[in-house]
T-cell receptor, first 112, second 114 residues
Framework: KQEVTQIPAALSVPEGENLVLNCSFT??????LQWFRQDPGKGLTSLLL?????REQTSGRLNASLDKSSGRSTLYIAASQPGDSATYLC???????????FGTGTRLQVFP | ETGVTQSPTHLIKTRGQQVTLRCSSQ?????VSWYQQALGQGPQFIFQ???????GRGNFPPRFSGLQFPNYSSELNVNALELDDSALYLC?????????????FGHGTRLTVV
């Protein structure tokens, strides 16, 4: 059974810092991995989608890497801003389930 | 904005009642998935509908049921509500039901059962 873990559960940093959020999954047989942002009480906004054949994806200040063999992904946020404060969720689509399986998220607070 | 809309935004129901949540897909999308997100947890897959047929179901009891209409909008119905059903219910639409397709989420419906 696929399990997705995110570390740390919460993070509080001053504005301007570069950040790394971690995601690990137990079964490397995945189709893709996706990072989402969720503002309090709101839905999910897709940030980056990495197919299993890819190693990384970049969008603006965000960079996500995927190491399928070790079951890990990292989301790198450069020059963090207060507007980046949100919960970040990673999710994988496994061969055996075909549906998104989510981690519990990292709650990020960036203070001025 | 993803173009996926959900209604209502918030809802309060009493234990034992029934509830219907609605989702309108992004234009052109024929697949809808429903997720339940309890407070402090990641979303959990409930079920998926592809072209009006159920196409996969998570570990949820039969009192959770759904429909997809010819225009690909969808409903989630929950009977005999329990306190633990209190959660944010998220709908996601995609073009196709394959694993490589990207899901686009709505803002969710916050259900509180008292």
């Amino acid at each position: 059974k696929q399990e997705v873990t995110q570390i740390p559960a919460a993070l509080s940093v001053p504005e301007g810092e570069n950040l790394v959020l971690n995601c690990s999954f137990t079964d490397s047989a995945i189709y893709n991995l996706q990072w989402f942002r969720q503002d309090p009480g709101k839905g999910l906004t897709s940030l980056l989608l990495i197919q299993s054949s890819q190693r990384e994806q970049t969008s603006g200040r965000l960079n996500a890497s995927l190491d399928k063999s070790s079951g890990r992904s990292t989301l790198y946020i450069a020059a963090s801003q207060p507007g980046d404060s949100a919960t970040y969720l990673c999710a994988v689509v496994s061969y055996n389930t075909d549906k998104l399986i989510f981690g519990t998220g990292t709650r990020l607070q960036v203070f001025p | 904005e993803t173009g996926v809309t959900q209604s209502p935004t918030h809802l309060i129901k009493t234990r034992g009642q029934q509830v219907t949540l609605r989702c309108s897909s992004q234009s052109g999308h024929n697949t809808v998935s429903w997720y339940q997100q309890a407070l402090g947890q990641g979303p959990q897959f409930i079920f998926q509908y592809y072209r009006e047929e159920e196409n996969g179901r998570g570990n949820f009891p039969p009192r959770f049921s759904g429909l997809q209409f010819p225009n690909y909008s969808s409903e989630l119905n929950v009977n005999a509500l329990e306190l633990d059903d209190s959660a944010l219910y998220l709908c996601a639409s995609s073009l196709g039901a394959g694993p490589a397709t990207e899901d686009f989420f709505g803002h969710g419906t916050r259900l509180t059962v008292v």
